[in-house]
Nanobody, 127 residues
Framework: QVQLVESGGGLVQAGGSLRLSCTASGRNFSTLRMGWFRQAPGKEREFVAAMNRNGDKIYHADSVKGRFAMSRDSAKNTVYLQMNNLKPEDTAVYSC????????????????????WGQGTQVTVSS
């Protein structure tokens, strides 16, 4: 089992920044592929960013490319999502996810492939 705990959400004005953290436990962190997703009110959950096990391949959704950056600190079993130049449309519950399967080392883009999810953290961007 993998447990994921997110933190770092909050209320910020448009143009501001936040950094989300997701700490994993219960499994060797180096065996996990990690991802960030978000769900806005009344909308389906959507992909934000994903990273392979090595951390050398990272994909970001087009909607956040150039503003958000996913990273990891393996010593802390933690992945981060640095969010800059936030916009009101970024308002959502952000969740991290982990895939423990050993089926390749590419970033996982589809939520159905993730077996473990955090509880989510609310990000609200005011205009």
């Amino acid at each position: 089992q993998v447990q994921l705990v997110e933190s770092g959400g909050g209320l910020v004005q448009a143009g501001g920044s936040l950094r989300l953290s997701c700490t994993a436990s219960g499994r060797n962190f180096s065996t996990l592929r990690m991802g960030w997703f978000r769900q806005a009110p009344g909308k389906e959950r959507e992909f934000v960013a994903a990273m392979n096990r090595n951390g050398d391949k990272i994909y970001h959704a087009d909607s956040v490319k150039g503003r958000f950056a996913m990273s990891r600190d393996s010593a802390k079993n933690t992945v981060y999502l640095q969010m800059n130049n936030l916009k009101p449309e970024d308002t959502a519950v952000y969740s991290c996810a982990a895939d423990a399967r050993r089926v390749g080392d590419y970033p996982v883009l589809f939520q159905y492939e993730y077996g473990y999810w955090g509880q989510g953290t609310q990000v609200t961007v005011s205009s």
